[in-house]
């Protein structure tokens, strides 16, 4: 195991320990975050330009698949980078500030991912239940508010958390028991008692989980009502494909998250690696995963996927 160097005061900031217990894959996690990380932005930047530039994807289900896109950039870039670098340069310092505005913007960005998953299953609901309706239920005044209210609520759940948290006295403990600094792990640093904290966390988690997969779940018993009444095997073929990217990802991001807390407190050194590694698969994994999911199980996408790259060929002839 890699020690640190204790002779620096870190009275303003935390050491983020990440995999430093294990150094050989910390090497080869290296390559694959970056490749990962790559991957991420390449795949969400490419929804959310062809969501803007194809008219034919300027509907409410791209509107709310861009935000999700736009959310997992942010996401990732808000951890990734700082873990590339302390990998890289084997000092995995990061100052007050810095780990504050990390909890905060990490945290905000994952309660809202939980909020927007649940507007989006609406959004299903409307599509499949009510299509004839769909454009004057969903305009496009509703889809902001709706979009706005999945990034205040989450946004507000994290200024209460991130406060709440760094009020607590840590009496000098500065080690981070992760590759980025969260709530259940600064919780560990505390040296006073954190019921309060941790009661505000699991109201949180009812809050920003519970209830939304509650609607994720009651849009679905729907759509599953409505779809098996259709008569037809190429419409029930459709709304199955219409729903199927969105519920994947739900599945993955549930999944993972739910997982990861019953690693909050881990006491073995396997458990800890499993635990960061879930974390790595929420905050990497399924963002990559995203927009390849999407993509591959999505004609419209597909399609406009395809006028972009035949455009750019054309203007490419064009002044050849």
Known sequence: MRRFNNTFYYNNGFILVGFSEWPRLEMALFVAISIFYIMTLIGNSAIIILSCLDPILHTPMYFFLANLSFLDLCYTTSTVPQMLIN??????????????????ISLGLGSTECVLLSVMAFDRYIAICQPL?????????LC?????????????NSLVQTVLTFLLSRCGQYQVENFFCEVPAM?????????????????AVVVIKVIPVGLILFSYI????????????EGRKKAFNTCGSHLLVVIMFYGSAISGYAYMAPKSNTAKLK??????????ITPMLNPLIYTLRNKD????????????????QNMA
């Open 87 to 104: 990998i890289r340069s084997h000092q995995r310092d990061i100052s007050f500030r810095g780990c504050v505005a990390q909890l905060f």
């Open 133 to 141: 309706h769909y454009m004057v239920i969903m305009h496009s005044q």
């Open 144 to 156: 902001q508010q709706l979009a706005a209210v999945a990034w205040v609520t989450g946004f507000s």
């Open 187 to 203: 919780l560990q640093l505390s040296c006073v008692d954190t019921w309060i904290n941790e009661v505000e966390m699991y109201a």
């Open 222 to 233: 729907n759509i599953v009502k409505a779809v098996v009444s259709i008569q037809s095997f």
């Open 275 to 284: 635990g960061k590694l879930l974390a790595l698969f929420y905050g990497l």
């Open 301 to 316: 996408v597909k399609g406009a996927v395809k006028k972009l790259l035949g455009r750019e060929q054309e203007q490419g």
